[in-house]
């Protein structure tokens, strides 16, 4: 716990125009004493503050950590994940009664080919990258604990914006439309995330 004080000066400024406009009253031996309001009323306020150091700091590193799981998530799969995003858009427009049915693979941002290009540039991402996100993990923490913590939620985004792929493919492509895009399976990409040297926390 700590002591945060605040001076607030505002009513300083305003007991000195107050001065001002009253100057014919400087020295009045009376309660209209300008100087004697200015002394009273230009008096700067003083807040005090009583802050929890632990909770702040748990607050400040909890948002460090989600920053940075965020950072990573859109170097992984940011590009595959504004893909969905669009898609999932587009349908819920077009899902309302009385809207005919749209072909999400006949939208310019969804061909096969530009499905295929986002897929190839995420699978790369996350084959080229995890290692490096690793070492600077391992370099920087220097605690296997921490670093299985933060790559969990790493791992789920990434998990989970495939299997939303497979199911939209699945939905909405056809057998030669899966075979141009070549989506990785989910297996794949589980077990491209599982080569990870991050061992589980060991139980207190």
Known sequence: ????????????AAAAIELLRARSKLFSFNSNNAMLQFLLEGTPSVTETYIDS???????LKKICEDFILNISDQFIGQLRDFLSKTIVIMQMYGNEGRPRVDIRQQP????????????????????????????????????????????????????????????????YSDEDKHIIAAPSVE??????SNVQLQRPSPQ
């Open 109 to 172: 941002f969804a061909a096969p080919e530009k499905v295929q290009e986002i897929v190839a540039v995420t699978y790369k991402n996350l084959k080229q990258k995890k290692p490096v996100i690793q070492r600077s993990m391992s370099l920087y923490l220097a605690n296997k604990d921490t670093e299985y913590i933060l790559f969990k939620p790493l791992k789920g985004a990434v998990q989970q914006n495939f299997q939303q792929l497979h199911q939209l493919l699945n939905n909405h």
């Open 1 to 12: 716990m700590f002591q945060k004080l605040c001076f607030k000066t505002d009513n300083i």
């Open 188 to 193: 794949q990409v589980n077990l491209l995330l």
């Open 54 to 60: 632990r909770k702040e700091v748990d607050r400040q």
